[in-house]
């Protein structure tokens, strides 16, 4: 299915339950799990997903090769192949789609990043439609082509029910983090703050931030510019806020690993290593 002309479906967004599987994060809505259950059952919801059909036709592999497509395909409960490919002037410029359910009951979705040449990288809400995957929403591109966002992940981040989107912008020339909320088939910027990176160019590792429970609050862990320090920030009175900053024996380079009492292991050229960051300060 190639992308239409008209206006995005619109999604409603509600509390969500951050969960780690296999190095890369789902989603799930906070149901019970015989709820949950029954709900995939009735939605045939979506269960896997991948790109398909490498490109070359836009060229900025920040990835590496072969990591620039034109198809994704995600799989349901029952088995069904949905499909959705992009127009000639866009490429799926990521690894793996992630599988997220934005409000409490609704089906998961897909989370992509989509770069073209009319202004760069943008995230790119996919929704089942019966037989069809079709765009839900879409943040605005970064501005400029060839440059790219690395997602930090989905969250409730000042816990009013609603589910924010994270990604650092421009990761590799001085990031960007911002935040958005899905309004209609749109994905709205709330909230910007300067100085991040969370990849480094041309590798294949997007894990080195993460959302994260810090001291009982649902905070963003990022590292700073030179992938030196990990900055802990959370989204307050609509602004982001730096709330503590822990430093690391060196440059990030390799995928966060989150622990639910407020700690992330991270490994180095010195082996592994546990950082707790709820004792980390500003």
């Not at 998961?108 to 009319?118: E, N």
Request: with cysteine; net charge neutral.
């Amino acid at each position: 299915m190639r992308l239409p002309d008209r206006p995005f479906d619109a999604v409603p967004g509600a509390r969500l339950l951050l969960a780690m599987l296999a190095g890369s994060w789902l989603l799930l809505a906070a149901l019970p799990p015989a709820a949950a259950a029954d709900a995939a059952m009735r939605g045939d919801a979506i269960v896997a997903a991948a790109y398909l059909d490498p490109v070359d036709r836009y060229g900025h592999f920040a990835l590496g090769k072969p990591h620039e497509y034109a198809r994704v395909s995600a799989t349901t409960g029952s088995g069904r192949q949905l499909q959705f490919e992009l127009p000639k002037e866009l490429v799926f410029e990521d690894l793996q789609p992630r599988i997220v359910t934005l409000s409490a009951g609704a089906e998961p979705q897909l989370l992509t990043i989509v770069s073209g040449r009319d202004g760069g990288a943008r995230l790119m809400l996919l929704r089942r439609d019966g037989d069809r995957l079709l765009p839900a929403a879409q943040s605005a591109p970064v501005g400029r082509s060839m440059r790219w966002l690395n997602p930090v992940g989905v969250a409730d981040l000042d816990g009013d029910g609603q589910a924010e989107i994270a990604a650092v912008l421009t990761p590799h020339i001085g990031g960007t983090l911002k935040v958005y909320r899905q309004s209609g088939d749109q994905l709205i910027e709330i909230a910007a703050l300067a100085g991040f990176s969370n990849h480094v160019y041309g590798s294949a590792e997007l894990g080195l931030s993460t959302p994260l429970a810090v001291n009982g609050r649902m905070s963003l862990v990022v590292p700073d510019n030179a992938r030196q320090r990990l900055r802990v920030v959370a989204l307050a009175d609509g602004r982001l806020v730096e709330t503590a900053s822990c430093p690391l024996d060196e440059a990030l380079t390799g995928a966060l690993q989150p622990h639910s009492d407020g700690r992330v292991e991270l490994v180095g050229r010195a082996g592994r290593r546990l950082i707790d960051l709820t004792s980390c300060r500003r």
